[in-house]
């Protein structure tokens, strides 16, 4: 403890980090940033997947701390002068980039800062020290991280070794707010695209949120993505949602089985019959259901080179295949397709995405082809349980037409017929 604070004294962290915790006559903060919309998905459902699968807390709000905690009994003026640094940026980005840990402490998400954002943390660190209690450790040996558990020292090797079959895109990511954080609340927000502070109330308020992403899609580029080039001489399949061992799903999606073994006997047939040694890219789903096997048990029993984009229901550790990120990008012949399970259009793009998760639920806004959306459905029971070619879809856009499965156009299916399913 350094001898010129004798009401101070210091720790090492969960995080590796030396924090000083405050004398009780002060109260404590934080200045961080909670992630939105995509990004805050990606990383609350793989938060999720670990602790249940390692039985380990998790914190619920994906978030970086920019300075903190920090101590002071001057309130109002911590939050005025967090307005007074920040309302002088308005588009700060940064990268999610895999993963990294502190020895076998934290596990936690990389994050790659723009000039700028380490200029706006920097700036609050400097502001914040003139009136607030802070660590200089923030200063020195500051690192940008997103938590995503901590004290799992004996848990440590199994929960790395499953992040090593998981990806994360690596997409343009902006800091929207920097938030005040108060005994796990939020006190107060600077909103950068709004320019102004808002209080707790506001901060949780729909409608000021949509305002916030209105003005980010007005100033914003559009999304950054990469394009794997993939020789025009390979064949090359995709696939989604085969839900092996999943009984309900046959009722619900109408599958033209008897049983769970019947279904899974003729996917695995329709798939090994198609694909030989050809690259095959799986988008999400592979099993699910009470008492299913491993997905991996599965994809040794699958033909192909398999690149497997995670669905929401693959918690699972993935060693047969090659994991990819959600929005991965593949360029075929002329042509450039987005894959992802869940379709979310990214922002400024506007190519052909290929996508599952949606079944035969909704053929009207998610049929196999749909030309104005420019997406294509391959989930599974709209391709026969059989994995489609590239060259097929390809020669199905070039129509011109839209298709609900691979046997019928849209326009031949009536409008009611799906109302059921809306």
Not at 41 to 68: C, D, F, M, W
Not at 124 to 132: I, P, S, T, V, W
Not at 393 to 420: A, H, R, V
């Amino acid at each position: 403890m350094p001898d010129d604070e004798p009401n101070y004294y210091w720790i090492l962290s969960h995080s590796n980090r030396l924090r000083r915790y405050k004398n009780p006559n002060k109260s404590s903060y934080l200045i961080e940033f909670r992630f939105s919309g995509y990004a805050k998905e990606a990383i609350k459902e793989l938060k999720k997947n670990i602790a249940r699968n390692y039985h380990v807390k998790s914190q619920k709000v994906p978030h970086i701390t920019l300075v903190g905690p920090v101590s002071t009994r001057d309130e109002k003026r911590l939050v005025k002068e967090v307005k007074d640094v920040c309302k002088h940026y308005e588009l700060v980005k940064f990268k999610l980039d895999g993963f990294d840990s502190f020895e076998d402490r934290v596990i936690f998400v990389k994050i790659n800062p723009s000039e700028e954002l380490k200029q706006l943390r920097l700036e609050l660190y400097e502001k914040l020290g003139k009136f607030c209690d802070v660590s200089e450790f923030d200063k020195v040996h500051f690192t940008f991280h997103a938590t995503l558990v901590k004290d799992i020292q004996r848990k440590f090797d199994r929960i790395w070794d499953y992040l090593q079959t998981w990806k994360i895109p690596e997409m343009d990511q902006y800091v929207i707010r920097v938030t005040v954080v108060k005994n796990f609340k939020i006190l107060a927000e600077y909103d950068l695209l709004q320019g102004k502070t808002l209080d707790r109330s506001k901060s949780l308020d729909r409608k000021t949120y949509h305002k916030t992403m209105k003005k980010l899609g007005e100033k914003r580029e559009p999304s950054e993505i990469k394009f794997e080039k993939i020789p025009s001489t390979e064949r090359v399949f995709v696939l989604s949602d085969t839900h092996f061992d999943h009984g309900n799903v046959i009722r619900f999606s109408h599958r033209p089985f008897d049983s769970i073994r019947q279904m899974n006997y003729q996917m695995v047939e329709n798939w090994n019959n198609t694909v030989k040694e050809d690259r095959l890219y799986f988008l999400g789903d592979l099993t699910f259901g009470r008492g299913r096997r491993p997905i991996d048990f599965w994809l040794k029993k699958l033909g192909g080179k398999i690149y497997h984009l995670r669905g929401n229901h693959d918690t699972d550790i993935i060693e047969h295949a090659t994991v990819i990120p959600n929005r991965y990008g593949i360029q075929y012949r002329d042509y450039q397709f987005l894959l992802m399970h869940e379709p979310r259009r990214p922002f400024g793009y506007d190519g052909w995405i290929i996508h599952g998760d949606k079944h035969n639920t909704n053929l009207i806004d998610y049929p196999l082809i749909h030309q104005k959306n420019k997406t294509v459905n391959v989930s599974a029971e709209l391709v026969n349980y059989t994995p489609l070619s590239l060259e097929k879809i390809i020669s199905l856009i070039e129509t011109g037409d839209s298709y609900n499965t691979l046997n019928e156009k849209q326009e031949n299916i009536p409008e009611n017929k799906w109302k059921f399913w809306k």
